[in-house]
């Protein structure tokens, strides 16, 4: 049937095989998020000191993302999964032994945080690279859009088990289920066989320099100047959504692993919406900005708690619905032989501002409030839009 055609992907059991092992991961980590995130509240009660969490975890793409999109156009992003998920289990295994140590000391739990950020940013750009080579050229835009529904799955079940495994079980255990989580994830991409995927094009140095960079692409700049300011202003979620809740509505652990859950929810729907076109363009980005920053303006206008609550899928609808046709747009940009560096630099823009951004805002709503973060964010996509429009209105 037509109205199915977006869920083709999963006719692929690769595809299933890694979708489920990235649903499985991004769970744990919204366990340890969680987890760290309302301990160094409790102990700081500064969303400053809740910014730093961020910026640790994120920082290592300022400095690795480039190498790793140069790895991942060398070697098999399959390979270099494998090694990700098994170094991943390591550290987040000491990152658990600190925490059931009771350490308050904050710079051993950034430092291990920055450690697996390094990790992560090599697996980042890998899990990226290998959509091609599992779904192939024909289903590859609805893939990738698909992809992005594996990190609002997590966000839908993680943050409100976490809620539930933190109040019963205490932080630690939520650090030895994310150390689990990656031993899953290595097991499932051992389980894809290498030879039935899709080769990608390898070429010689020669034959790279002939064919230029992704930033020669015109649309591919344009997406990737969209991705950093979104990601600087308006994409900071953990910051802004946990301080808007504990801060600003005096909520506790339960009320945050709600509202990202609620969120999550909406941006599962944003995501299948993003992957129901056949193909997708940067001309698709315009709208895409619209919804998410006419979706946080919703949101920054809440008088309540509840309502909140309430607007926390509009909101998520917006978020999946601009990551899944930012990620299928800058994907279908550019040639597969380039698709590590092109990933690379998307990621550098998605997370590598992300320090900056949860600073800025943790700064903002300590200084003025949770509302006012929101709203900087709307106005920032809404501008975003404009943007696009005119790089594209010629065309």
């Not at 160094?40 to 790793?68: C, E, H, K, M, R």
């Not at 998920?85 to 000491?94: H, I, K, N």
């Not at 594996?150 to 109040?167: C, E, N, T, V, Y």
């Amino acid at each position: 049937m037509r109205g199915f055609d977006a869920l083709r992907p999963f006719t692929n059991p690769r595809f299933s095989l890694y979708f489920a092992g990235q649903v499985v991961s991004n769970t744990g980590t919204w366990f340890q998020n969680l987890a760290l995130s309302l301990v160094i509240l409790d102990l700081t009660g500064s969303a400053q000191a809740l910014s730093a969490v961020t910026i640790a975890q994120f920082t290592p793409l300022l400095l690795l993302a480039i190498p790793a999109g140069r790895v991942a156009d060398r070697f098999r992003p399959r390979t270099i999964l494998l090694v990700t998920s098994a170094a991943s289990v390591l550290v987040a295994t000491g990152l658990a032994a600190a925490v059931v140590a009771g350490t308050t000391e904050l710079r051993l739990i950034y430092g291990l945080v920055f450690v697996l950020g390094c990790v992560n940013t090599f697996e980042r750009v890998a899990a990226q690279a290998i959509i091609f080579e599992i779904a192939g050229p024909e289903t590859l835009t609805r893939a990738v859009s698909l992809s992005t529904i594996a990190l609002a799955a997590a966000r839908s079940i993680g943050p409100g088990l976490a809620g539930i495994a933190f109040a019963g079980l205490g932080a630690a255990w939520c650090m030895v289920i994310n150390a689990a989580s990656f031993a899953v994830v290595l097991v499932a991409v051992a389980c894809i066989r290498p030879s039935r995927l899709h080769a990608r094009p390898r070429l010689g140095r020669a034959h790279r320099r002939a064919q230029g960079t992704p930033l020669r692409n015109r649309d591919f700049v344009t997406i990737l100047v969209v991705n950093s300011a979104i990601a600087l202003l308006a994409m900071n979620m953990m910051v802004v959504i946990t301080s808007s809740v504990t801060l600003g509505f005096d909520g506790d652990a339960t009320m945050v692993g709600a509202a990202h859950a609620l969120n999550a929810v909406g941006a599962i729907i944003g995501g299948m919406l993003a992957a129901t076109p056949v193909s997708v363009s940067v001309r698709s980005l315009a709208w895409a900005c619209a919804v998410f920053g006419l979706a946080l303006l919703a949101n920054a206008a809440a008088p309540t708690l509840g309502v909140f609550l309430f607007l926390a899928p509009v909101l998520g609808i917006g978020i999946g619905y601009y990551l899944g046709v930012l990620q299928a747009a800058a994907q279908v940009s550019v040639p597969p032989a380039q698709l590590g560096r092109a990933m690379s630099l998307v990621t550098l823009g998605s997370y590598g501002m992300a320090p900056l951004g949860a600073f800025l805002m943790g700064t903002v709503i300590d200084a003025t409030s949770w509302q006012t973060s929101m709203v900087i964010g709307g106005v920032a996509a809404l501008a975003c839009a404009a943007f696009v429009r005119a790089r594209t209105r010629s065309r």
